[in-house]
């Protein structure tokens, strides 16, 4: 879900490698003894919300003249939300063996967009372990999300809990970040405290401390990419000794425990991801896997919906030399969009969110394509089923320093020729787009309001005559 930014701290090959790396892997369970109580998961101390909005500059030695990195450009009043920026701080613990090997103190930040309201609020957080990929916080599921999120009345939190990207904030504003700290000085490498960083975030959510006091009675992990990698080390591996913070756990275009524990887990898989796994998992009674065909790893809508803040806060959006025209244009947001609203009637009442075919592999693992090129199988929205265009999550690099590539998938827009083959007339056109959105509703895996949006764009697309 992510891409490379300019003024990356971090060379993009390397990350790459280490996010694909941890795509492809899932941490073994560590369980707790029997007869071992569960650790505590206490309260950070909580300061703010942090004064300064944008415009202003994130140099300056005064901190109210600064902003929240990545603040959203999102137009939260005309849903009634708020934004505002928190710093936690406690002790967090280093795991090791299975047991508890240190403890240090830490202090990073946290981001918060919740209704203005408590009556506008679903009593729902999606807490979102922030993405480090580029070098920096990346809000990965916020960003193409934030409509439905706001729509929905879900409170959002990103947390700052690796190193790479609370040192870049340290960077981008030493005014506003400077004191922040995820590493003891230095002393902890490896983003040992960020399992504990994160979980006392989801603490602080619970009590009300950074929600303006709006009541929150149901807490949701989310990541993505990288930080679904970490999400599923954190579930293997520490949550068998700790208390659970979190009611339900959502992984997006990453890897994901098989849910073995109570809490429900809700895996979301683009086609770029799927093409890793030849036998992708069956689904359990808290264990559920989606697959969506067409869609890439980092495509098209979060690259768009972050623009804005990149331009403002990194100076402009990297460009890219592909083999194929980059970031498929199938919203694999929609399914996500779904995917939250089943993960929290999931974790609230029991119910499993519909199952759905996997995409089709070949013989030997590799994912089968159709005629016109569109992978086979899996969730199939209705830019793929009534395509305008051939969208893959596959695409490769054009030369050295392009390595993201390999996440964007392509998006190749037919001719007129080709469109008028397919569509002879608009209402033919209108009406397979219809069915396709009425099946994908009915079958839970794009909502409503969404669906309704791809039915408009379509009437305004001109397909058809």
Do not use: K
Not at 205 to 217: E, H, K, Q
Not at 312 to 336: M, N
Request: proline fraction near 8%; hydrophobic fraction near 40%.
């Amino acid at each position: 879900m992510i891409s490379p930014l300019p003024r990356r701290r971090l060379r993009p090959a390397p990350v790459l490698a280490a996010a694909l790396a941890l795509l492809c892997a899932a941490a073994p369970a560590v369980p707790a003894a029997a007869d071992e109580a569960l650790l505590p998961v206490p309260v950070p101390q909580v300061e703010g919300p942090l004064p300064g909005t944008p415009p202003g500059d994130p140099a300056s030695d005064d901190i109210a003249d600064t902003y929240p990195f990545f603040a959203t450009t999102e137009d939260l009043d005309a849903f009634d939300y708020v934004e505002e920026e928190f710093v936690v701080s406690g002790t967090a613990r280093v795991y090791a063996d299975g047991a508890v090997a240190s403890e240090h103190p830490y202090r990073t930040r946290i981001v918060v967009r919740r209704p203005e309201r408590e009556r506008d609020s679903a009593g729902t957080a999606l807490v979102e372990w922030q993405n480090v990929t580029a070098g920096n916080d990346i809000d990965a599921l916020w960003a193409p999300s934030a409509e439905h999120i706001m729509r929905s009345g879900y409170t959002w939190v990103g947390v700052s809990a690796q190193n790479v990207g609370v040192a870049h904030l340290a960077e981008w504003s030493p005014a506003r970040y400077g004191d922040l700290d995820v590493t003891d000085g230095g002393t902890v490498t490896g983003d040992a405290l960020s399992y504990d960083v994160f979980s006392q975030a989801g603490r602080a959510v619970r009590t009300g401390a950074v929600t303006g006091g709006i009541d929150i009675d149901q807490v949701l992990a989310i990541g993505a990419s990288q930080s679904a990698g970490r999400m599923t080390a954190y579930y293997n591996q520490v949550l068998p000794l700790v208390e659970p913070v979190f009611e339900g756990y959502g992984f997006a275009v990453g890897p994901a425990p098989r849910g073995d524990r109570p809490e429900p887990v809700f895996q979301v898989l683009s086609e770029t991801d799927a093409a890793l796994t030849a036998a992708p998992p069956q689904d359990t009674p808290r264990f559920r896997l989606w697959e969506v065909a067409g869609t890439a790893h980092s495509g098209w809508a979060g690259h768009r919906a972050r623009q804005g803040v990149e331009e403002r806060d990194l100076g402009g959006q990297a460009d890219y030399r592909c083999a194929e025209p980059p970031f498929s244009r199938a919203p694999l947001h929609h399914a996500l969009n779904a995917s939250y609203d089943h993960l929290a009637a999931w974790a609230r009442t029991g119910t499993p969110p519909p199952a759905a075919d996997r995409i089709t592999r070949d013989a030997q693992g590799r994912i089968a394509r159709g005629e016109d090129g569109h992978a086979l199988g899996g969730i199939r929205l209705s830019q793929v089923e009534v395509p305008t265009a051939l969208n893959t999550g596959s695409n490769r690099p054009a030369g050295p320093g392009n390595e993201f590539c390999v996440l964007f998938g392509s998006h190749v827009p037919y001719g007129e020729d080709r469109l008028a083959e397919l569509y002879p007339t608009r209402a033919g056109y209108l009406a397979a787009v219809a069915r396709v959105e009425l099946r994908n509703v009915r079958d839970g895996y794009v909502t409503r309001a969404d669906s309704a949006r791809n039915r408009r764009e379509a009437a305004l697309s001109g397909v058809g005559g």
